[in-house]
């Protein structure tokens, strides 16, 4: 049987993965405007003697390195901006498919299925959530059920034309103290 769980598409919460590597890849942009700018403005109270059009010439560090600032920068921004995609690009699917598994869940147990099982992938971020959670729907079935088998109870005791009141305040008593309701 095969494992359903492996994904093989790596935008699974499109959005949630775009934003998150836009914003590193924003971060990672003024850093190298920070330090380029940094850089610069460091070396301008230097002088710096260069060899060009076969003539020796003085000038200001900072705008004789400048076109090589501005080079590597762009360089070194480009390659670890490209790796920082692809690297980020797995970190978020690590997150954003977890995600998605609780959210559609969550739906279900809103829907009243108690029956799910929040299953993950081994490797995957938040198995500590999906088991606190799998427990929580696990606490609520077997509290549905006592109170389903009271309510049984209740039916044989009207059916046998016996009192109910003690039963029925049994169970709104054991609702108050199973569960805080909104009142």
């Known amino acids: 049987m095969a494992n359903n769980n492996n994904r093989h598409h790596y935008f699974i919460k499109k959005k949630f993965q775009v934003d998150f590597i836009l914003k590193f890849c924003l971060i990672l942009l003024l850093s190298v405007l920070i330090s380029a700018s940094l850089l610069f403005v460091f070396s301008q109270k230097t002088l710096t003697s260069t060899y060009s059009s076969s003539g020796l010439e003085i000038q200001n560090t900072g705008s004789a390195i400048l076109p090589a600032?501005?080079?590597?920068?762009?360089?070194?921004?480009?390659?670890?901006?490209?790796?920082?995609?692809?690297?980020?690009?797995?970190?978020?699917?690590?997150i954003a498919?977890?995600?998605?598994?609780?959210?559609?869940?969550?739906?279900?147990?809103?829907?009243?299925?108690?029956?799910?099982?929040?299953?993950?992938?081994?490797?995957?971020?938040?198995?500590?959530?999906?088991?606190?959670?799998?427990?929580?729907?696990?606490?609520?079935?077997?509290?549905?059920d006592a109170i389903s088998t009271s309510l049984n109870e209740i039916q044989i005791l009207h059916a046998q034309d016996k009192e109910i009141e003690p039963a029925l305040s049994d169970i709104r008593s054991r609702l108050r103290k199973e569960f805080k309701l909104h009142k």
């Open 97 to 144: 498919g977890p995600l998605f598994r609780f959210e559609k869940d969550v739906r279900r147990i809103a829907d009243g299925d108690l029956t799910v099982q929040i299953n993950l992938r081994q490797k995957d971020q938040l198995k500590d959530l999906a088991n606190a959670l799998n427990i929580m729907v696990q606490s609520f079935s077997i509290k549905l």
């Open 69 to 94: 600032i501005i080079l590597t920068s762009l360089i070194t921004l480009g390659i670890v901006s490209i790796f920082a995609v692809v690297l980020l690009l797995f970190i978020s699917h690590k």
